[in-house]
């Protein structure tokens, strides 16, 4: 069975059900199907290549989703562009994968222009009256359907880049077992049925993709939203009465922040999916107090969607406050020593993870697989331990733990109680080197708008929850932190910026 055979299976018991919900419009499973089978076959026609990469750069609209799914009919790989990415990475993904065709937006057109690459427009360009490339393809191979391209289940279904947020980012190989692997896992951890509405406010191009086809299997509706804008996010959540929607932390903080967040119907939600970063235990409360249905899943670009996955009956346990869950239908957890023993409960270290949800490897990068496989283990970077009822509880980036006089520092203990400070909207702690220490806590801070508090009080916040070893050496304050074009905050840039600022006291 191909990923793509759940949407089919979903187009054949639901046809004349809505499947997509926009700005746009609202399109039927029906509807859907046409169009991507006659995309699927245009594609064919262009790329004759049946391993050809398709690149797509686009925000979430339901040309985004049509281009996507006709990629996956057509037997073609998938090779999402972020489109919040700079051009010299999205140029340098198209040339390192050799995309035989780019799909992407209008209004992102400049991003991949001059690549050598066929380009397929997508939405009108500004002041354009005609219809764009895409949608005339879509009517003119319209009531053909591609032929029928079956690959092994090892073979690479797409390939998707690392978040780089340090280095070079990494053409992730998911095959089609992956990606099987993936809707399973969360059609069963999520248990969805056909009356799902999930708001597609993530990214397509990152974690809402792993979404949409375990929607649509069941029957659901993917809804589009106009804005990711805070105000209006709160908005579709409750006029549509949305039941399931995937965010980053950085953009739920921003909701509880709305001023009319309290006073909604949020009886519809069973599923508020936290994801991509780690979220704060004080926000985790708050969220729960607010929403009710938080839920977490664990998972990377690696092994995506879902390595583990904590419900929303058993994230109400204080136990699994800050847990991500129990490993996922199909996924083995363990924790690996850094000499690659496998630790008892209790012990931290390496998460490692293995079963048909791991990627095949890193594309034309056989050296930077070697490092990151070992015996069969995904080495997934991340710290952390289990507990003796199967919980896993992450303990930040193996590289980001500070090593200070000795003893280890995890950032995110620090952020949980940097971040339960009134004044304190959102916080990043790093380790900077220091001749006495070795390394030395350092906190970078942005502060709620209006509020004032100084370094000493945050510091003595911290030492008086915690103790002397972890508490920061350094506070500096930031209008806004610096985020990854994920939403995530950038360690690496926070770094940067607090060395130079440092150097520049001392020159």
Request: aromatic content about 6%.
């Amino acid at each position: 069975m191909r990923p793509i055979d759940f949407l089919l299976r979903g187009a054949r018991r639901y046809p004349d059900k809505i499947a997509i919900l926009g700005p746009q419009g609202s399109i039927t499973y029906r509807l859907l199907l046409e169009r991507v089978q006659a995309l699927a076959a245009a594609l064919q026609a262009l790329a004759p290549d049946p391993r050809a990469r398709i690149a797509i750069c686009a925000g979430n609209h339901i040309e985004h989703v049509v281009a996507l799914f006709a990629t996956l009919l057509a037997g073609r790989i998938w090779v999402p562009l972020n489109p919040r990415a700079g051009r010299a990475e999205l140029m340098r993904i198209v040339e390192f994968t050799e995309a035989s065709i780019v799909i992407v937006q209008a209004e992102l057109a400049v991003k991949v222009e001059a690549s050598g690459v066929r380009t397929i427009a997508y939405g009108k360009a500004k002041d354009s009256a005609s219809e764009c490339e895409l949608t005339q393809l879509v009517a003119c191979y319209a009531g053909q359907h591609p032929a029928a391209v079956v690959h092994d289940l090892a073979e690479t279904q797409a390939i998707k880049f690392t978040g780089g947020t340090t280095g070079a980012p990494k053409g992730v190989m998911q095959s089609y077992r992956a990606w099987n692997t993936t809707i399973v896992s969360i059609m069963h951890a999520m248990s969805l049925d056909e009356d799902e509405r999930y708001l597609a406010v993530a990214s397509i191009t990152h974690g809402t993709s792993t979404f949409l086809l375990p929607v649509l299997a069941c029957g659901g509706t993917v809804v589009l939203p106009g804005s990711t804008r805070p105000r209006e996010v709160l908005d579709v959540l409750e006029r549509e009465r949305i039941t399931a929607v995937f965010m980053p932390p950085t953009l739920i903080y921003s909701l509880l922040e709305d001023a009319t967040v309290r006073g909604r119907d949020w009886s519809a939600l069973r599923h508020f999916v936290y994801a991509a970063a780690p979220m704060r235990t004080d926000k985790i409360v708050e969220a729960q107090e607010v929403f009710g249905a938080m839920e977490t899943g664990y998972g990377q670009t690696e092994a995506p969607a879902i390595i583990a996955y904590l419900s929303a009956q058993e994230a109400r346990d204080p136990r699994n406050l800050q847990s991500v869950g129990r490993a996922a239908l199909l996924t083995d957890i363990a924790i690996m020593s850094p000499d690659g023993r496998l630790l008892s409960c209790g012990e931290p270290g390496e998460v490692v993870v293995r079963g048909d949800l791991v990627m095949s490897g890193y594309w034309r990068q056989p050296e930077k697989t070697a490092e990151t496989m070992s015996d069969g283990w995904l080495r997934t970077g991340d710290g952390g331990y289990m507990d003796e009822r199967g919980y896993l509880f992450l303990k930040d980036r193996i590289r980001d733990v500070i090593i200070t006089g000795g003893f280890n520092v995890y950032p995110s203990d620090v952020e949980n109680v940097l971040g339960m400070h009134d004044a304190v909207y959102d916080c990043a702690v790093i380790g900077i080197d220091d001749a006495k220490w070795g390394e030395a806590v350092h906190a970078a801070v942005q502060l709620r708008p209006g509020a004032n508090v100084g370094a000493a009080e945050l510091a003595a916040w911290v030492k008086a929850r915690l103790d002397s070893v972890k508490t920061p050496k350094r506070i500096h304050f930031f209008p806004e932190l610096p985020r990854t074009a994920n939403g995530k905050v950038s360690r690496k840039d926070v770094r940067q910026q607090v060395v130079q600022a440092l150097e520049g006291q001392t020159s």
